[in-house]
């Protein structure tokens, strides 16, 4: 009976590691297919960066906050038709935003922080300015603007070309890395602590396959949706 349950065991690890080897060699093989358009997405992520213009990090900024619980396309389209619609400006009109996120979720919480946000935009600036590392720009975002926690902020800063190698440990990340065993589960919720763990493997994964953080993302947001957006 041991030696049933021993060759059981067996197959089943020959099994995990042949899904392993199929997940990673799938990994490699994308990246090499889209590693040109990756380049370009963080070349101009890197401009916004390096420009720091109010209005372009207040758009990336919005757009992070928007997207808990609802899909990317629609948040930038949202983001876009409030900017075309003036409706930030030094008079923010909170009630024309609540109307323009209907169709997100949270819409009515969501507008109020963006509104909220505008309040501290020159602050941001002024810390984004700053030679600090990726990971003390996140802690300050996470601490001072209401509506962006690990993952919105680690996002944000990607997005203006700042995030280094932190990791935007969204959903599909999770799955992909739970696929890999380099996490055992996928976490209902991620504490502060928990999220550092967590790209903290990440980080040694990457180094281990030399694919950066940054590619990654991107990779795996492909893997599962056959598109790359922001």
């Known amino acids: 009976m041991i030696g049933f349950f021993?060759?059981?065991?067996?197959?089943?690890?020959?099994?995990?590691?042949?899904?392993?080897?199929?997940?990673?060699?799938?990994?490699?093989?994308?990246?090499n297919k889209i590693k040109p358009e990756i380049e370009r997405k963080l070349a101009g992520f890197a401009k916004i960066g390096k420009g720091l213009k109010k209005n372009k990090v207040f758009n990336e900024l919005c757009f992070c906050m928007l997207t808990?619980?609802?899909?990317?396309?629609?948040?930038?389209?949202?983001?876009?038709?409030?900017?075309?619609?003036?409706?930030?400006?030094?008079?923010?009109?909170?009630?024309?935003?609540?109307?323009?996120l209907k169709g997100i979720r949270f819409h009515r919480t969501k507008s109020k922080r963006i509104a909220e946000a505008k309040k501290v935009m020159k602050q941001l600036i002024e810390r984004l300015k700053q030679k600090d590392k990726a990971r003390d720009k996140r802690e300050w975002i996470v601490k001072n603007i209401n509506g962006l926690g690990m993952k919105e902020a680690t996002?944000?800063?990607?997005?203006?070309?700042?995030?280094?190698?932190?990791?935007?440990?969204?959903?599909?990340?999770?799955?992909?890395?739970?696929?890999?065993?380099?996490?055992?589960?996928?976490?209902?919720?991620?504490?502060?602590?928990?999220?550092l763990e967590i790209e903290k493997k990440m980080q040694e994964f990457s180094k281990k396959i030399k694919i950066p953080v940054s590619h990654l993302d991107f990779v795996f947001w492909y893997i599962e949706t056959g598109r790359i957006f922001k």
């Open 155 to 195: 996002h944000f800063l990607r997005n203006i070309g700042m995030a280094e190698d932190l990791a935007i440990l969204d959903r599909h990340i999770l799955r992909k890395l739970y696929k890999l065993r380099i996490i055992e589960e996928i976490p209902r919720s991620i504490s502060k602590n928990k999220y």
């Open 6 to 31: 021993k060759r059981n065991l067996r197959r089943t690890e020959f099994k995990n590691m042949e899904k392993e080897r199929k997940e990673l060699k799938e990994i490699l093989l994308v990246h």
């Open 68 to 100: 808990p619980q609802s899909k990317a396309e629609t948040c930038w389209e949202a983001v876009k038709k409030i900017k075309k619609e003036g409706l930030i400006s030094d008079r923010i009109d909170c009630k024309k935003i609540e109307e323009t």
